[in-house]
């Protein structure tokens, strides 16, 4: 009952590539953090992720050039002409979509799905006017961070951009200011406990004030901390953290790791030292844990913990660690669902379990009948391709959400894909619209649909107008089925799925770009033209 928010671990992909095949599936924990300028460096299948991103840097620079006066005038500035406004909107499509290409297909990370954050550095944030910081959002991006770390948990800083230099402290702030997003999507990214644990109290002084003034662009700072890093140097740190609302730690494996070693390859030295860094590492996600609680009202959105490289085993042990279970077998109630919520059955987890899933991407979960490992689909073909794993509230259930695969996609042994029976709604209709279109009886109306195309489409428009003018809310909930099932149909042609539909949506929150919205007057035309002619017949 009641209590403090659970966090989980989230890796950092800093000299390790994010693709499954260097490192496994450990964005599935629902959240990353990418180094674009080295996560690529050693991953052979990745050769040409630097040189695009370069690309991406480069054309939001161009866009941020157009229209600027080569004068002084800076009232030239603002009054940008027709042809300046379409080249700037051209070069904002084209870095997008430039930006979306290397999210997905080089990093092989859906945005619409995890959080993904990307280190940039202040020069090209301000290079390109802020350009950059709008074009990663707009193509899936959840947050920037600007980085402004110094000891190498951002490959990309140099010692100009130190942040206990004052002038360097200035063109991180001229970088947070130029880049004209809600601070609650800007992360500013601090050296280890800098200013906090400085020599001189004057150090101490210019650090925190550089801490204050960064707080009123971003809503989250994101601080290394190191082995020695008692629960007590932390929580002289959080002085300076309290004016965010949530507050980062970054780890890297010499945070936890045994100082001792040894040339034998015995095994069970080996199990030792391993034993040992988990423990380490269990105690360290505690003293977070218990910091975290200690601020639950001056930093509301809590202090979460990211692991620099890590694999996936002790990326999955650092997540079992921050949960808890008061099951005698110690196993997590989980939850598998699609991605857009849909409960398909309830199921048990381990701590090997969801490093197994992790290492593979898929759903992975803890037989009781068997005592063991169940990779869902081993045995049935029906496997499971894993998009995220999530924690509840408490931190003591799982969820899975999941793309449940097969012939016929079925999670239940009796060949549904649900434990609960067949489903209702939308997903019926899905369900309906795919089986029409390998068989359909006789008569049916909607095979008629998939083969006339030019019905299909009047009746598309011919039911959204109906929508728009229905003003009773029971004529507008029928005109809106008739709107789904006629849509429907158009998807199940295209062989478009609900999910894919989800995906559209889930991206299209993370953009910070607007248009008008205004109506095309040549569609509103072509509309009336349908319509018209249907009078007619």
């Not at 990353?32 to 630097?50: A, E, Q, V, Y």
């Not at 430039?98 to 202040?122: F, H, K, W």
């Not at 030295?269 to 034993?275: G, H």
Request: proline share 3%.
């Amino acid at each position: 009952m009641g209590g403090a928010k659970t966090y989980v671990p989230y890796p950092t992909f800093n000299q390790s590539s994010p693709r499954p095949s260097s490192t496994g599936f450990l964005s599935a924990v629902g959240r990353c953090r990418i180094h674009p300028k080295s996560c690529c460096l050693n991953d052979t299948d990745c050769t040409t992720g630097n040189e695009e991103f370069d690309a991406i840097v480069k054309k939001a620079i161009e866009q941020s050039q157009v229209g600027k006066s080569k004068t002084n005038d800076k009232n030239n500035d603002t009054n940008e002409d027709d042809s300046s406004k379409k080249l700037k909107k051209k070069y904002m499509k084209e870095g997008i979509a430039m930006a979306q290409t290397y999210l997905s297909n080089t990093l092989t990370l859906d945005t619409s799905i995890v959080d993904v954050e990307i280190v940039l550095e202040p020069s090209a944030i301000i290079q390109s006017d802020g350009c950059i910081v709008s074009c990663f959002l707009d193509a899936g991006c959840a947050k920037i961070v600007v980085a402004a770390a110094t000891d190498g948990s951002s490959s990309s800083t140099t010692k100009e951009e130190d942040p206990d230099d004052e002038q360097c402290q200035e063109l991180v702030l001229q970088a947070l200011d130029v880049s004209r997003v809600p601070k609650e999507r800007l992360i500013v990214e601090m050296a280890p406990t800098n200013g906090a644990s400085g020599t001189t109290d004057d150090v101490k002084l210019a650090f925190s004030s550089f801490v204050a003034r960064a707080a009123t662009y971003a809503s989250t700072i994101s601080v290394t901390i190191s082995k020695n890093d008692s629960l007590s140097t932390l929580e002289t740190a959080s002085n300076d953290w309290i004016n965010f609302s949530s507050v980062i730690l970054q780890i890297t494996a010499s945070t936890f790791t045994s100082d001792t070693t040894t040339a034998t390859t015995d095994s069970t030295t080996t199990d030792d030292t391993t034993n040992t860094n988990n423990e380490n590492l269990t105690k360290l996600v505690q003293i977070i844990a218990q910091l975290s609680n200690k601020h639950t009202t001056t930093i509301p959105h809590g202090i979460l913990l990211t692991l620099t490289d890590p694999t996936a085993q002790t990326l999955g042990h650092a997540y079992t660690s921050s949960i808890r279970t008061d099951r005698p077998d110690n196993l997590y109630t989980t939850v598998v669902t699609t991605r857009s919520n849909e409960a398909l059955g309830l199921v048990y987890s381990s701590h090997q379990s969801i490093i197994a899933a992790l290492q593979s991407g898929r759903g992975v979960y803890y037989s009781r009948s068997r005592n063991g490992l169940w990779r869902k689909g081993d045995t049935s073909g029906n496997f499971q391709t894993l998009h995220r794993i999530d924690v509840d509230c408490d931190g003591d259930a799982l969820r899975f959400m999941v793309t449940q695969r097969g012939d016929v996609p079925a999670f239940c042994h009796l060949e549904e894909l649900t434990c609960w029976g067949p489903p209702h709604g939308v997903r019926h209709l899905e369900q309906t619209l795919t089986a029409r279109l390998v068989a359909a009886p006789e008569g049916s109306y909607t095979k008629r649909l998939f083969e006339d195309g030019e019905l299909l489409r009047d009746k598309l428009v011919e039911e959204a107008q109906e929508l728009a003018e229905a003003e009773e809310p029971r004529h507008v909930a029928e005109e809106l089925a008739d709107v789904l099932y006629f849509a429907m149909v158009k998807a199940a042609k295209a062989g478009v799925s609900l999910d894919d539909a989800i995906v559209e949506l889930d991206k299209r929150r993370r953009k910070v770009t607007r248009r008008k919205g205004d109506s095309k007057a040549f569609r509103i035309a072509a509309g009336d033209a349908i319509l018209k002619k249907n009078q007619e017949l």
